[in-house]
């Protein structure tokens, strides 16, 4: 299977390096070059390149501006700009939205790995209407607040059961799923667990912490049918990490790694 990818440059030069440094994989690669930045837009849709690497020098290609152009028309493609170590830090807050950044000069490996990285994920996104709406997203909603106390107190070096417990106890929602979870068929507690602190010492910081994480997450959704989707999801992933937990535990004797796990 061959991935074509489209490079704007308007040096020659850059072409038959890439294509250079590329080579060592065979045909898995068709690289195209496009000089003109006007041609872009029309070279896309007669190409039809999955990936898109374009050169970013101020005073000849503003990469920026023509990449978050091509977002815009087609957000399945793959985004890559080209630039000096020194222009990335102004990049900053376009890499990983509007495009990934690859440096100039860029050793083979880096080039290779990158690029191959993207393929990987598309294989694994399928669909192009799936990569459209994943391409297509502008950010991400910030990290709840629950959960950014409770990873802030368990990096704390004094960190206890009890801090932890303070936080997840000043939230409702997040204090009844814990006890739901710790109490659930899953842990098989001849005892039913009703107070929190208990609840965080059986269940553990590392796995309170994606509790509080996914109950935040999940509360967004507030149609009745897309919350018994999210019950699901949350049923299947709790046996999932329970099942991974114990597995680790038994297979390495490992707290540590089971909590990790």
């Not at 299977?1 to 045909?27: Q, R, Y």
């Not at 669909?127 to 368990?154: C, H, R, T, W």
Request: charged content about 25%; overall charge negative; hydrophobic content about 40%.
């Amino acid at each position: 299977m061959t991935t074509k990818i489209l490079l704007i440059d308007k040096e020659a030069a850059t072409f038959d390096d890439f294509k250079e440094k590329l080579s060592s994989v065979g045909d898995q690669w068709v690289l195209e070059t496009c000089t003109d930045p006007k041609r872009v837009l029309k070279l896309i849709k007669a190409k039809q390149p999955e990936i898109i690497i374009c050169s970013h020098r101020p005073s000849v290609i503003d990469g920026v501006k023509l990449l978050k152009s091509i977002a815009t028309k087609f957000p399945y493609i793959e985004r890559f700009i080209l630039a000096e170590e020194t222009e990335k830090e102004a990049l900053d807050p376009e890499i990983g939205s509007t495009f990934h950044y690859l440096p100039s000069p860029c050793p083979a490996n880096t080039l290779q790995l990158e690029l191959q990285r993207v393929v990987n994920l598309n294989n694994w996104l399928g669909q192009d209407k799936i990569k459209e709406i994943v391409g297509s997203v502008k950010g991400f909603p910030s990290l709840p607040p629950v959960y950014m106390k409770v990873v802030n107190a368990v990096n704390n070096p004094n960190a206890s059961v009890e801090s932890v417990s303070e936080i997840i106890m000043a939230d409702i929602a997040v204090t009844a799923k814990i006890l739901q979870t710790v109490n659930s068929s899953f842990f098989g507690l001849e005892e039913k667990v009703s107070d929190i602190t208990q609840a965080v010492s059986i269940l553990g910081i590392e796995s309170v912490k994606n509790i509080v994480l996914a109950v935040q997450a999940f509360e967004k959704f507030e149609d009745p049918n897309q919350q018994a989707l999210v019950d699901q999801l949350w049923r299947h992933s709790m046996s999932v990490a329970i099942a991974a937990k114990r597995i680790t535990k038994h297979e390495t004797n490992s707290e540590k790694k089971a909590e990790e796990a």
